[in-house]
């Protein structure tokens, strides 16, 4: 079983930056791939980021493309999601998950089997 924990969200004013934690917990990662979704009220669960655990290049929403940043931490269990320049329709609930084996495919809900609770950020115009 894999255990996912965000971290890091907060209420920041438009302009601003965080950086969202994801500590995992369970099994070995080595072979799966992370992403960060986010949901705003009233909307679905949307794709974020997302990237191999073993690295190569990355994917991001266009909305995000420029701003924010996926990466591994130093601790193999760790994935971060750098945020700059925020503004107030980044205000959601975020989302780490993890898929349990290679799907290719790092846009959809469907294709991760594991999730977090959630961290909110709330961007203040």
């Known amino acids: 079983q894999v255990q996912l924990v965000e971290s890091g969200g907060g209420l920041v004013q438009a302009g601003g930056s965080l950086r969202l934690s994801c500590a995992a917990s369970?099994?070995?990662?080595?072979?799966?791939?992370m992403g960060w979704f986010r949901q705003a009220p009233g909307k679905e669960r949307e794709f974020v980021a997302g990237?191999?655990?073993?690295?190569?290049?990355?994917y991001y929403a266009d909305s995000v493309k420029g701003r924010f940043t996926i990466s591994r931490g130093n601790a193999k269990n760790t994935v971060y999601l750098q945020m700059n320049s925020l503004k107030p329709e980044d205000t959601a609930l975020y989302y780490c998950?993890?898929?349990?084996?290679?799907?290719?495919?790092?846009?959809?809900?469907?294709?991760?089997?594991?999730w977090g609770q959630g961290t909110q950020v709330t961007v203040s115009s």
């Open positions: 998950a993890a898929q349990g084996s290679y799907s290719g495919n790092y846009y959809s809900t469907h294709t991760y089997d594991y």
């Open positions: 369970g099994r070995s990662f080595s072979s799966y791939a």
């Open positions: 990237n191999r655990w073993s690295g190569g290049s990355p």
